[in-house]
């Protein structure tokens, strides 16, 4: 490990809250490990977050190839949702950067199978609550048409149908009517035959 590039990740979920904790435990692993840090990445915002600055730049090194392992204290540091974790760990796998939480026995490097184990269940465990989700979401949309809810976005076009149908008496074309009313021309088309079939 001596010759790997090592990273570390800091996070709080506040500005109120400090980094220092976190920074000196992990420095103080990698000085009984005998290892150098190479880049250190820090944010201070909600790990509920997919987008934080931090770690957008580290997962940007990460594709780069310039980290081979990465330091955090705790895996809800890097993500609190399940799919979130999955897709940085699975980001991670694909790239070759095994990822150690200090503070749990979570180590992914190839020389440590109950590592990389704990990782594909975490992994498997995201899959099948994304399969969950799909299914209840399914059911739901299935049980609202049952009782007769409109799905999707509300139709505007009807409101449109008697000023486009207007427009069109007066001789306007139908590009000149989208122009007018801000509507594309087969907007235009499509309230004209719902004026029609009024």
Not at 71 to 90: E, N, P, T, W, Y
Request: glycine share 6%.
């Amino acid at each position: 490990m001596n010759n790997k590039r090592i990273a570390i990740y800091y996070r709080v979920s506040t500005a109120e809250q400090t980094l220092d904790p976190q920074r000196i435990e992990l420095q103080e692993y990698c000085q009984r490990k005998g290892w150098t840090v190479s880049a250190e990445y820090s944010d201070q915002i909600s790990g509920a977050k997919f987008t934080r600055a931090g770690l957008d730049r580290m997962m940007a090194d990460v594709r780069r190839h310039r980290i081979d392992v990465i330091l955090c204290v705790k895996l809800d540091r890097l993500g609190r949702s399940l799919l979130h974790m999955a897709q940085l760990i699975f980001e991670l796998d694909s790239n070759g950067v095994a990822l150690i939480c200090t503070s749990q026995p979570i180590d992914t490097c190839e020389e440590n199978p109950a590592g990389r184990l704990t990782m594909h269940i975490l992994i498997a465990m995201a899959d099948f609550e994304r399969s969950l989700i799909k299914e209840r979401t399914l059911a739901g949309l299935k049980a609202a048409r049952a009782k007769g809810a409109r799905l999707g976005r509300p139709a505007t076009l009807g409101a449109h149908a008697a000023k486009v149908a207007t427009l069109r008496s007066q001789g306007l074309s139908v590009r000149a009517i989208g122009k007018e009313l801000r509507l594309p021309a087969s907007s235009v088309f499509k309230a004209l035959k719902l004026a029609k079939a009024a």
